[in-house]
């Protein structure tokens, strides 16, 4: 007996078709929350003639640019300096932790770009201030983690906490106030 791994793979990755049901069921037997596999559920019809596991690794190859961009916009508002923020940016996608994940094809390379993203909604926060379109993004990126990982919980409890200890000090009450009936919400 001969067995191609590539169809064993799509066999079992692959749906014919969109059905969201069928991934929020495994999800809801599984400790994972159910974002990152709908999205590779998503990827892996629209690019499934690729065949195997490269649809997961486009996937998190995505997921990375998109860090790497935000990774870039966080130095630039921290640092004010394009050459040291092009670095930090070098050093973070050569990173051989962080190409790991993005060759891992799990949740992770998913759960760091909404850890940035909150970083960098919380340096806009501090910097720019809090609108509307601030507290929706706050509210979007926490959702989006939470649904992506469990443990992203803990970094955004301990994001918050800063975050919220830095409004209790520039005593920024009513913003404090929105921003905790936001988090728990």
Known sequence: IKINAKECFDEYFYAKGLNVKNVWNNQKNDVHPPLYYLLFHISGLMIHHLGGM??????????????????YSILRRLIYRTDLSLIGCGLFALMPAVLGNVIFIRMYTLLSLFALLLALCMIDGMQKGMDTKFWIRLGMVSLGGILTHYYFIIYLFYSCVMYGLWLLIAKKWKQLGVFFSIICA
């Open 54 to 71: 490269k649809s997961g690794i486009i996937l998190n190859g995505i997921f990375h640019s998109c860090s790497i961009l935000i990774i």
